[in-house]
Structures are given as C-alpha cells and as structure tokens.
C-alpha cells in the first residue's frame, strides 16, 4: 500500500533527528494508551477471577504474571526482529499480535477456565512486547538527542490516559451495580446457579476487548499508510550489525545500565503490585462496597498518575532529571509505608496518592539507561532487555500477594511496594554522581520549534 503521510524530518548518522515530526510523534504515542488500558483491566480482572474462581491474594497476581511474562520472554525477540528491519514492522507486528490476542477472549469467555483467560492475557503480552520494545527506544529517537528522556516522557504521559479507559470500560462492561461479587455468588442457591452465575459474569470480560479492537485496526492502518523515519545509526555506526553474544557482554559492562535494569524491575513491579490491590484493599477495608463502587478509587489513582506525570514533565524540563526522581521516590516510599503501618482509615488514600509520584520512573529510567550505550548498534537489544526488565510487574504483586495471604492483612502488605520505591531512589541517587553524558545537540539552524 502506497505511503500517504511523509517524514518531513532529516536523519543524523546518530539515528536521531534534527527536529521531531509532530504526527509521527503523535502516531506513536498514541500506542501508549493502548498497554495502558491492557494493564488498567488487569487489574479488573483480578478482582473478577478472585471471587468466580476462588483463588487466592497470590494466585489472582499471577494474572500480571501471564502478562509481564509474555514481555519477558518476547522482549529480545522483537528487538532482534526490529534490530534486522525497521521500528515501524516491529509496531506492526505488535498491533496485529495484540489484535489477534484481544480475539481470543471470544473463545476463553466460553470455555470460562481460569487457564484460557492467562493464556489470552500473555497473548496480548505478546503484541504488546513488540509495541514497547519498538515505542520506547523510538520515541527517544524521534528527534534530537539532547532532549530523547523528555520526548519518552511525553509519550508516556499518554499511558495512563489508556490505564483510566481501561479501568472505566472494566467498571461498566465487567462490574454491575448492586451486591459485591461475592455476595451474589454466596446468594445463589444451589451449586449448578452458582457455577451458571459465574460464567455469565465470565461473558462480561469480553465486553471491553471490543472497543479496543476497532481502535487497534485504525492505528495499524494508519501505521501502513504512514512514512516513518528509519533513526538507525547511518555510516561507520551501521557497519557492522552487533551478534546477541557481544551485545550482552558489552551491555554487561556498563555498571549504570546494569543498575537501571534492577531500577526498571522493581519500578514495574511496584507499579503493578499497587494497582492489582488498590480495589481489593478498598473492598477489604469497606465491607459492603461492590466492585463497581472500589473501581472509584483506581480512576482517582490513575488520575492522580497522571498529573503527576504532568508536573514532572515540568520539573524534568528545568531540573536534573535524576533529582526530581530522587525527591519524588522518598515521598512515594514514605506515603506506602504509611499505607501499611497508620491508621486503616487513611490506608486507600495513601496508595491513591503514592500514583502522583509513580509517572515520571519508567521512561526516566529507560531514557537515562539506554543514554549509557554509547555505541547505538546495541542500541535495540539494549531497549529490549529494559523492557524484558518489566518482568518485575509478575514477581513483586506475587510476593505482596503471598506476604499479604501469610500476614491475614492486605494493608501490611504494602510495606513491600514501599521497599521497591527505595531501591529506585538508590538508582537515582547513583545517576546523580554517575550523570548520563549526552551528544552534543543539533545545530541550532537545524533543531526547529516541532521539537517537543
């Protein structure tokens, strides 16, 4: 199909550009919210499948395990894929995978097992892995590399956007109004109504996946019609393609990419463990409140995510990136760790407002880390690794999980989201001693005002 939308931009032998091209950069971050409202009705869905298949506080957490695991292990896959073609296949790819995942839930919201929804739900992992593996690094790309960290920011200002519709499209397609889940379920009056309601609750998780579908086939359309710069390395950078054994090795080398990896996984990890429980701990904390009414406090969390992303995106724009990150993971530790141990009343409203601080970590982290390779024909597998550093999204709301069935208490188990805040502060105190050194910019006749 013949390209309609030009790249008005001009490569560097970098791979960055000399000024960013608004509606590719747009395009692209328009991806965001898409595994945005995947993880926003995750965190639905962990509260639907505990009480219609009686799981546990860990074994619901195995949800984000199916999800971050399908990153996990597609990650450097797709970055080899990307590496040997262009960003562009590696986010088409990625829309058609998360397409044909989101069709899965059509046969899993028959089939009503517990195994088909995970299955579904690394399926869409899949996909995603593509999408994130190819948006992260090429939103940093899209133009001059002074202000990449920036540029990933704004992107991802547009992922909790996509985590709040998720979370609205679960709460009226998946929640119902009246009595708690549970308690419908202990109202009915015999084993076969029970099972019978259960599985018409089951038909309702395929409601959302519908809406998402059609926005799916628009953006991948408008992919394929649209021109996207290469920003890959051009001239003695590109001679040379990196095999997968010397890129790790060298990778490996470099402390601080080292420790933005272990940042990365605790900063996913956290994220995920405070969403999978923020309604369980409203539910729990409220007896009495049904599915639909704790739903409340995640839009009000995921607000809150936002705008913090917003007042970071302005502080990071006149501040030390690292500073600002310090000072916002010392308060996000001190909120949980008053989440855990004060008064229960204030429990649900200290978890809200630990969001406000959360946005800016991922693609600080991820811009600084991939700003430590110098030589950018690692650059791909280098994102990838970092994305496959989201496996901490299946590990920490395991381990909260299971410290939470061990503890009787689900409002203790916050104390483990609050150690993962502090060990991303340690990372961020390190970059302030070890400061990411940036290429020199752009000529100024050449970085024009379409430069976010």
């Not at 030009?6 to 395009?27: H, I, K, M, W």
């Not at 133009?143 to 009226?172: D, E, W």
């Not at 996984?265 to 995920?272: E, K, N, P, R």
Request: glycine share 8%; charged share 10%; aromatic share 12%.
């Amino acid at each position: 199909m013949r390209t309609l939308i030009r790249n008005p931009a001009r490569q560097l032998d970098s791979g960055y550009l000399d000024r960013t091209p608004l509606f590719q950069f747009v395009l692209l971050s328009l991806l965001f919210p898409m595994w945005g409202a995947a993880a926003g009705l995750n965190d639905i869905l962990i509260t639907q499948f505990k009480h219609v298949f009686v799981l546990s506080d860990a074994a619901t957490a195995f949800v984000q395990s199916a999800f971050y695991g399908g990153y996990f292990l597609i990650a450097i896959p797709a970055s080899r894929i990307v590496r040997r073609t262009s960003y562009k296949v590696g986010v088409l790819i990625g829309l058609s995978v998360y397409i044909i995942g989101c069709g899965l839930f059509f046969p899993a919201s028959t089939l009503a097992t517990y195994g088909m929804f995970l299955f579904c739900i690394f399926a869409i992992a899949i996909g995603l892995s593509f999408l994130e593996t190819s948006a992260n690094t090429y939103s940093s790309m899209l133009g001059p590399r002074p202000t990449a960290t920036l540029r990933l920011n704004i992107s991802q200002t547009f992922t909790p956007i996509g985590n709040l519709l998720g979370v609205v499209l679960g709460k009226y397609l998946i929640f119902s109004t009246g009595d708690s889940i549970q308690a419908q379920l202990d109202a009915a009056p015999t084993p076969d109504a029970k099972r019978a309601l259960g599985e018409a609750l089951l038909q309702n998780t395929l409601l959302p996946y519908k809406y998402i579908l059609v926005v799916l086939v628009v953006l991948l359309v408008l992919f394929v019609l649209t021109e996207f710069p290469r920003s890959k390395p051009v001239g003695e950078a590109a001679e040379r393609p990196a095999p997968l054994g010397e890129t790790l090795r060298v990778l490996g080398r470099i402390p601080q990419y080292r420790k933005g990896i272990v940042a990365q996984f605790l900063y996913v990890g956290l994220q995920t463990a405070v969403w999978s429980f923020t309604i369980r701990v409203a539910l729990e904390l409220y007896p009495g409140m049904n599915e639909r009414e704790a739903t409340n406090f995640m839009i009000v969390g995921f607000s809150c995510f936002l705008v913090g992303k917003f007042v970071a995106n302005a502080l990071i724009a006149r501040y030390s990136a690292a500073r600002v990150l310090v000072v916002y993971c010392g308060i996000g530790a001190v909120l949980l760790v008053l989440a855990a141990f004060g008064p229960s009343a204030s429990t649900i409203w200290l978890v809200i407002a630990s969001n406000l601080v959360m946005g800016p970590c991922w693609p600080t982290i991820f811009g600084q880390t991939l700003e430590t390779i110098e030589d950018k024909r690692y650059q791909e597998t280098g994102g990838a690794i970092l994305v496959m550093a989201i496996v901490g999204g299946a590990v920490v709301p395991v381990v909260q999980g299971a410290v939470s069935d061990v503890l009787g208490s689900l409002k203790l188990s916050f104390v483990v989201s609050a150690a993962c805040f502090l060990g991303i502060l340690l990372y961020f105190r390190s970059n302030l001693r070890h400061p990411v050194a940036a290429e020199e910019p752009a000529p100024a006749a050449t970085t024009g005002s379409g430069s976010p």
